[in-house]
């Protein structure tokens, strides 16, 4: 990662929705970093509760579950704000159906994997979104410190010139 950025050491964290717990295991397993806290849900109510509490730096989402599926649990969470562009990579299991992929991206994916899946590959992908996620967040804090600076600059220049308007 380039050194312009100030990497925060916090771990950094990841869902992973899937409603098969050996996928959610091997998964985990393929993910697993000390930088990285990886959360397991197994259906779309829980991954939604968890997305709503958590900052997520990405999110692997099957795409064929019982109840909420994976296409709705996106177009859910695009529709909240601070979620709106959290990265979504879905899953399937199923066919490789073009319009399925189609339909992932339309639901706000950034990236559609099938099974069995290549654990080099979605490391891959995954530290990806983590390096834009922490270069966001870095980004981000700087952004809030320049206007803090640049609001210290504000009080500064008007307690001058209230300052010579009296002298």
Request: with cysteine; hydrophobic share 40%.
């Amino acid at each position: 990662m380039n050194s312009l950025y100030k990497v925060d050491p916090t771990p950094v964290s990841i869902l992973i929705v899937d409603d098969t717990p050996a996928n959610l295991l091997a998964y985990r397993e393929i993910l697993q970093r000390p930088e990285w806290k990886i959360i397991t849900v197994e259906n779309g109510g829980d991954a939604l509760q968890e997305a709503l509490k958590t900052d997520l730096a990405v999110i692997l989402l099957d795409v064929r579950m019982p109840g909420m599926d994976g296409l709705e649990l996106a177009q859910i969470l695009r529709s909240r704000e601070r979620l709106k562009f959290t990265p979504i990579i879905f899953m399937s299991a199923h066919d490789r159906m073009p319009a399925d992929v189609a339909n992932g991206y339309l639901a706000g994916g950034i990236d559609y994997l099938f099974s069995p899946v290549d654990g080099d590959l979605l490391r891959f992908k995954v530290q990806a979104c983590v390096e834009l996620y922490q270069r966001h967040s870095a980004l981000r804090q700087e952004n809030e410190a320049l206007k803090a600076a640049n609001e210290q600059l504000k009080r500064s220049l008007l307690r001058t010139h209230q300052s010579r308007r009296t002298v």
